[in-house]
Structures are given as C-alpha cells and as structure tokens.
C-alpha cells in the first residue's frame, strides 16, 4: 500500500509538470527551463538527504552508475520532455509518456531478467494501439501515412529514456538510500545543464516574472524533488515493471489538470486514454485462486 501511494504521489506532480513547463517555457528557452528545474530540484533534495549523505569512497564507487543516471535517465529525458512540450500539447504527451510502462516492462525482461506473462504483452499492444490512435487524432484510415509530429517523436524519445532510468534506478541504488541517490543524480543533471546553457543561451539578467518563478520552484521542488523521490522508492519496493505501470495516471491526472489551466480536450484524448488505461488494467490484472474445501468423512 504504501508503494502505490508514493507512486501516485510522483504521477499526480508529474502531470502537473506539464502545465508548469509550458508556463515556463512561454519566457525561456527549453535548456534553460530544465536548469531551472533541476537546480531547485537538487536544492530542496539536499536538505531532505543530510541525514542519509553517503560517504565519499561509496560515491566514487558507484560514480559510474550515478552519472550514467543523472546524465542520460535525468538530463537525456528532460531534454526531450522540454523540447517536446515547446509546441506539444500536454495532454498528447502524457499520453504519448504512457507507453512508458510497456517499455519499462520490456527492458526489465531483457535487462533484469524479469518475468514477462501474456496479460504484460496483451496490455502492452493496448498502450501501443492507444498512442497510435492518439497521434492519427482518432482517424485509423490514415494508418498507412503514419507520421510523427517533431513534438510527439521528441516525447516519445524521452519516454524510452525513462524506461532506461527506471530500470537504472534498480540497478544502480541499491547502496544508496533514496534520497541521496535522487540527490546525486539530480545533481549530476544539473552540472550537465551547466555545460549545454552557453550552446543555447541563458537570460543572465533574471527579469523573469512572478508565474514563472512559481513554476519554477513548483516544478523543481514539486515535480522533481517529491515526485523523484516518490517514485524511487516505488521502484525499491515494487520493481522497475511494476511502478512503471502507475505511469499510466499521468494522462489521467494530465487530463484533470488540464480544467484549471484552460487545456483543450478532444474526442481523441478521452478515447486514448481509456484504451491505455484498458492496457494498464490487464497488465495489472490478477486471477485469483479458488480454494478449494475438502471435508473430512
């Protein structure tokens, strides 16, 4: 119980990033947003992670795996994320995210051996026919001109990254306590955003507004900080593809959000939705087991 309420915890703050993103974006570009991000992100883990601060001859240990976390799993996914949400609507890209449970699913099967059922495979041709609808925007007679806008195929791309932080987090934590291990890893992504703002640009004069440093702050101490270290100890106590399945809520809380911050929804999205939620529920889907009585004579 307490493993799903972490992982609803970090969906509910992730749909909500997209919201805070897009506010974000309208006055900075998209490298310079997820600085923000991370730095206030890396802030605010620092001082939840004091009392559990690994020792250094542990970091330089495991320095491999935190910097293959913080630079691909944190800073390869936020790239994307931000890039794809420029034009994107957020709706289409929660959606778009939800395939990630289907990917973790895999890539825990190929990489952590983990055991891969048929209601797995069933839910994850669900998700897959449920992002396919949403990109044809509800019209399968254009199946055979499939195309990728450049938004969605960013999304999409920093969803596979995710699927490979998921499965990283498992891997590469184990010694860590949670807190410290999202802290370095933040850490890590922020000093990778360090070395790519001068290729893109930063405003050095800080003459942003009030909404944006609300969204800002939101989304680093909110969206990153709680909602990472939520989500890692769902990973600790369910796995890679167990808690990847919950990424399915996104478009769910994505959706309801969408009401406070005037995001238009159509037929297509409620109608994906519901079809990557079918996925969800069958890959969640537990038979159970009649006993059976026997008397004694």
């Known amino acids: ?45 620092f001082f939840i992670s004091l009392k559990t601060f690994p020792s250094l001859k542990l970091i330089k240990k495991r320095a491999w795996g935190i910097i293959l976390v913080g630079v691909i799993g944190l800073f390869g996914f936020n790239y994307f994320f931000f890039l794809g949400l420029i034009k994107g609507s957020a709706v289409s890209a929660s959606l778009i995210i939800s395939l990630n449970p289907a990917m973790t699913l895999l890539l825990s099967f190929f990489i952590l051996k983990t055991k891969l059922e048929i209601k797995h495979i069933i839910g994850v041709i669900f998700a897959f026919i449920g992002v396919i609808y949403l990109i044809l925007k509800g019209n399968f007679s254009g199946l055979g001109m499939l195309t990728f806008s450049k938004s969605d195929l960013y999304i999409l791309i920093s969803c596979v990254v995710f699927a490979f932080y998921n499965v990283w ?17 933040s850490l890590v992504c922020v000093i990778t955003y360090a070395f790519t703002i001068p290729f893109y640009g930063f405003n050095t004069d800080f003459s942003h507004n009030l909404e944006f440093w609300l969204a800002a702050v939101g989304v680093g101490a909110l969206g990153t900080a709680v909602a990472y270290y939520t989500w890692n100890l ?19 809380f994505t959706a309801v959000l969408g009401l406070l911050f005037d995001e238009k929804l159509y037929h297509y999205h409620y109608a994906s939705g519901l079809i990557i939620i079918l996925g969800m529920i069958i890959m969640n889907f537990k038979l159970k087991k009649k006993k059976i009585q026997t008397s004694t004579p």
């Open 169 to 185: 987090v498992k891997i590469y934590s184990v010694d860590f306590s949670n807190t410290s291990f999202t802290f370095l890893t």
């Open 1 to 45: 119980m307490r493993a799903t309420i972490y992982l609803i915890i970090a969906t509910f703050f992730w749909g909500l990033n997209y919201y805070l993103a897009k506010i974000m974006l309208k006055q900075v570009n998209f490298v310079e947003a997820g600085f923000w991000r991370y730095l206030f992100g890396a802030i605010t883990l």
């Open 234 to 252: 769902g990973i600790k106590i369910k796995g890679a593809g167990q808690a990847g399945i919950f990424m399915n809520l996104i478009p769910l």
